[in-house]
């Protein structure tokens, strides 16, 4: 069986609340490493404590991906990057483990993600869209040091590669485009599972949206891939899909119009949602998490908290109406 969850940013009591009334017992989102490591001997801890103090007052867990680097720690000059500062590895690899290793020591037992989205490095068309401005070697001993340091701070965190978006952008069609030949984001995880992250690793997230990209089917081809990728290499670990969904659009929107993408409507985002876990139980996803709770265009909610129908599908889906679909 796949465990269902959304994505949330927040971790307020509001959102967990409508996590409870929901019926939903875990979510995916991020600890902003930035934010917390203030200096090298430095940590603003308060924040992220409230936080799992809340979670399991409310009996709610989380998967949190560790990312983005403090400005003392890359060196770079925030005012001319080409790319947003917090991307940029650190200058000494050292500095993620060590907040690694303080951070699953002060919260042990969880699940943690090393970084999102590593693969989205450049190019890509638009420099926003970065999570990681450096190459795969030097992401690869980060990882592996961070991996070793936390095991040794706290044996029972379980510790996952860095959230890959390669499968979504090559999935049915490729969608990274430079002088007019399509790039292949799998290529930065190849590159890590030839230099034995498979090791480093105990599970392997991926970020995996069924819109657009070429439509629902995007998802089979996209685990597909992922999973050729891994038998090559003869790493066997299980795969999350920890941020998947599918973005309302109006017929006339401009992002209908790009990266081969379909409309879609309320009614086809709650049905996308039925199909995508349906694809990852097939698939022998151990969890999923769809993206995501409060948002307009994205969530289950919108912002006012009027319930969407895909609030209807996900509630069906913990309801038990698939378990023998």
């Known amino acids: 069986m796949t465990e269902l ?60 991906a560790i990312m983005h680097t403090p400005i003392w720690a890359s060196g770079v000059n925030s005012n001319d990057c080409k790319y947003q500062s917090t991307a940029y590895p650190p200058r000494t690899l050292e500095y993620y483990g060590k907040f690694c290793s303080a951070l699953v020591r002060r919260h042990p037992g969880r699940e943690w993600v090393l970084w999102g989205e590593p693969d989205n490095h450049p190019p890509r068309e638009d420099a926003k869209l970065i999570q990681w401005a450096g190459d795969a070697e030097t992401y690869a001993r980060m990882i592996k040091h961070a991996y070793v340091e936390m095991k040794k701070a706290d044996e029972s965190c379980v510790v996952g590669l860095g959230s890959l978006v390669g499968a979504t952008l090559n999935g049915e069609f490729p969608t990274v485009v430079e002088d007019g030949e399509p790039l292949n984001k799998l290529d930065f995880f190849e590159a890590l599972l030839h230099l034995g992250i498979g090791e480093y690793c105990d599970f392997i997230p991926l970020d995996l949206y069924c819109y657009g990209y070429g439509g629902p089917r ?31 659009t109006p017929p006339d929107g401009k992002i209908a119009k790009t990266f081969h993408h379909e409309v879609v409507t309320e009614e086809t985002q709650a049905g996308f949602l039925l199909h995508a876990y349906q694809w990852a139980k097939e698939n022998k996803i151990e969890k999923m998490y769809w993206h995501t709770l409060k948002e307009s265009n994205w969530g289950l909610v919108n912002r006012h908290n009027k319930k969407h129908m895909s609030w209807y599908s996900f509630k069906a889906i913990l309801d038990g109406v698939m378990n023998n679909a």
Do not use: Q
């Not at 917390?36 to 949190?64: C, M, Q």
């Open 5 to 64: 969850g959304v994505t949330c940013w927040s971790g307020t009591r509001s959102n967990l609340a409508l996590m409870e009334e929901l019926g939903c017992k875990s979510f995916y989102s991020t600890i902003e490493w930035c934010n917390v490591h203030k200096a090298p001997d430095n940590f603003s801890w308060s924040y992220y404590d409230k936080e799992f103090e809340l979670e399991e007052e409310l009996g709610i867990t989380s998967i949190r």
């Open 218 to 248: 995007n998802f089979i081809i996209g685990i597909r891939k992922i999973k050729e990728l891994m038998a090559s290499h003869h790493v066997k670990r299980p795969l999350y899909v920890v941020e998947c969904g599918a973005k309302m």
